[in-house]
């Protein structure tokens, strides 16, 4: 059973700079593609980003492309999200996830993700 802690999430302004981090525990880190994923007030979940299990592959969702970038650090069984540019509009609980299985290979579908962390509010204020 792996446990996905978030941390780094507050309150910032638009155009300020966060690190979100998601501290891994209980499995093997290195064989799990990671994938962050948010969820703004009266809103469905949505994906941000995902990250191979090796970190050579990554996907980033249109709206954060070019401001956020995802990266894991195997020594310390963790996974980061830099996130640039802020605007209003990413603000949000922003959740890790975990997937164990389809190779390692990067998901944008939050349903091929067996684990989740409990998240971290990120609000941007304008």
């Known amino acids: 059973q792996v446990q996905l802690v978030e941390s780094g999430g507050g309150l910032v302004q638009a155009g300020g700079s966060l690190r979100l981090s998601c501290a891994a525990s209980?499995?093997?880190?290195?064989?799990?593609?990671m994938g962050w994923f948010r969820q703004a007030p009266g809103k469905e979940r949505e994906f941000v980003v995902c990250?191979?299990?090796?970190?050579?592959?990554?996907y980033y969702a249109d709206s954060v492309k070019g401001r956020f970038t995802i990266s894991r650090d195997a020594a310390k069984n963790t996974v980061y999200l830099q996130m640039n540019s802020l605007k209003p509009e990413d603000t949000a609980v922003y959740y890790c996830?975990?997937?164990?299985?389809?190779?390692?290979?990067?998901?944008?579908?939050?349903?091929?993700?067996?684990?989740w962390g409990q998240g971290t509010l990120v609000t941007v204020s304008s």
């Open positions: 996830a975990a997937s164990s299985k389809y190779y390692g290979l990067p998901q944008r579908d939050s349903t091929k993700y067996d684990y």
């Open positions: 209980g499995g093997t880190f290195s064989s799990y593609a």
């Open positions: 990250i191979s299990r090796s970190g050579g592959i990554t």
